[in-house]
């Protein structure tokens, strides 16, 4: 499936940094004042796979094509949105239409950066609440109801892993169910003038073992059921693709191309682990590792597919 992802919050929660962290371009204005979003931006996001490069070094293919998440970006959300307070209104048919909320919640301390609520106290966890429920309210009345929702904590850099922002993430999930992770916005985007290797020093340096765009897209996953197979071309094109969990052989082929599912005869599979241990396609066939599937066959999270298709 083609997963969308909308970026919802109060004005100045850090939307837009987190939306150019993930776009690795900064592609929307961020600014320390209110309704700096007018207009929605998009970005089309290549998830990070290292099972899919891994495939590639393998196949040695053309191309390489990661799995991919559509992030929108819009103006924030206040108090009375529905009636149409503020910006953010007019953009809430464009979160109708996402398969999954990510509700950035500002906890960050920055006296430039204005808060709605002006006694805002920054990292506390009453306030965290208060302000999703602002938010959530809006996209009820909004008729935005049921969606799944990853809330975000934009915290402090060096705050990601402390004690009172894991309360504040258990409180969260606890009273709004979904799921909850802390991010650091503004190091994220920062990341974006760095090399790999630099980031994972940085991590390091903070205590932290994965990037959080990683970390949120992953949660994304978890939250819609979703499992990535490959495809690889015979060999042209190493291909990653996302789908729902417990869906068949025939689903995967249309999500390929809907012809695949038209014309499906056959499908070859193998788990990517094992065509990596084996160490080549035409290996893995001869030594009959490579299945015979057909329609009906459930697609698991790592399947490398070949179509067999029909004239
Ligand atoms: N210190 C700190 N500042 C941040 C962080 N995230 C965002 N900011 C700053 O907060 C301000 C607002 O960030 P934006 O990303 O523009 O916020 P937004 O939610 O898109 O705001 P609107 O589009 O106005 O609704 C900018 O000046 C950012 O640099 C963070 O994690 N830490
Ligand atoms: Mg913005």
Redesign the pocket.
């Known amino acids: 499936m083609a997963l969308s992802v909308g970026i919802v919050?109060l004005?100045?929660?850090?939307?837009?940094?987190l939306f150019n962290a993930l776009a690795a371009r900064r592609l929307a204005e961020?600014?320390?004042r209110?309704?700096?979003?007018i207009d929605p931006h998009e970005a089309v996001v290549g998830i990070g796979d290292e099972k899919l490069e891994k495939l590639s070094e393998l196949v040695k293919p053309e191309k390489t094509v990661p799995a991919s998440v559509t992030f929108i970006d819009i103006?924030?959300l206040v108090k009375g949105a529905h009636k149409g307070e503020g910006l953010g209104n007019q953009f809430l048919a464009k979160i109708r239409e996402v398969d999954a909320i990510v509700h950035?919640v500002r906890t960050?301390t920055?006296p430039e950066?204005s808060h709605q609520n002006l006694s805002y106290q920054p990292g506390s966890q009453e306030q965290a609440l208060e302000d999703i429920e602002i938010v959530n309210l809006e996209l009820e009345l909004g008729e935005i109801k049921g969606k799944p929702t990853i809330y975000v904590l934009?915290v402090?850099e060096g705050k990601i892993k402390d004690d009172s922002i894991n309360q504040i993430i258990k409180e969260i999930k606890k009273k709004f169910g979904g799921e909850a992770l802390a991010i650091?916005?503004?190091l994220e985007e920062e990341f974006i003038d760095l090399e790999p290797e630099e980031r994972k020093e940085y991590l390091k340096e903070l205590g932290v073992e994965e990037g959080g765009l990683n970390r949120l897209i992953k949660k994304a996953y978890e939250l819609l059921g979703l499992i990535t197979f490959y495809t690889i071309k015979g060999g042209k094109e190493v291909h990653a693709w996302s789908l729902e969990e417990g869906r068949t052989a025939l689903d995967a082929a249309g999500e390929v191309h809907t012809d695949f599912a038209k014309n499906f005869i056959k499908a070859e599979v193998i788990n990517v682990g094992e065509l990596l241990l084996t160490g080549s396609w035409k290996e893995a066939k001869e030594k009959g590792k490579v299945r015979l599937e057909g329609r009906d066959y459930i697609v698991q999270d790592g399947d490398v597919i070949e179509f067999k298709i029909g004239a």
């Open positions: 919050g004005p100045n929660a850090g939307k837009s940094t961020t600014a320390p209110p309704f700096t979003t103006a924030g950035a960050f920055n950066v934009n402090d650091s916005a503004k």
